[in-house]
């Protein structure tokens, strides 16, 4: 059920990434580099969240400025994000685990200051500006932040287990 109010967004927030930090600190390039069947990695996971983190950043950014938001991203439509999404993972090909990590930690960061700076009517009084749908500011904080955290932890602990 997603959060409806400012802590309980800041709370599964904390939660889930300490989950997901938890899994991810210990592990070395050697590990988090290895690429799953599909070409994917640990890596590649850590990398994607950190952006995603960042797309909804911009989307928020721009909605309020009042610039028009493209969704997920200019020139692509949500039914293209496998195509997308390979097309982040071939931007982020250079990228090495530490840089990732890091990502992930600066943009956790930046998602918690902006919840944390506005309060519940700007968070979940109305729609986000630009977003063309339904959803609040903070719905979609959430879909960038805890509900990615969680996913990206069920697929390290799949990809560590196969790789035990």
Known sequence: MPATDKATLLDVTEAEFTKLNDLIAP????????????????????????????????????GLAGKEVHFPAKGYKWNELPRYNADLRARQSDLDWPTACRDLHAAHADLT????????????????????????????????????????????????????
């Open 27 to 62: 592990l070395t390039p050697a590990i988090a580099m290895v690429q799953d069947e599909g070409g994917i990695s640990i890596k590649d996971i850590i990398g994607h969240r950190a952006h995603w983190i960042r797309l909804f950043q911009g989307w928020y950014s721009d």
């Open 113 to 164: 200051n902006l919840v944390t700076s506005l309060d519940n009517a700007a968070l979940y009084g109305g729609l986000m500006k630009g977003a063309q749908n339904a959803w609040t500011i903070g719905r979609w904080a959430e879909a960038a932040g805890p509900s990615h955290y969680r996913s990206a932890s069920k697929y390290v602990r799949k990809r560590l287990k196969e790789l035990a």
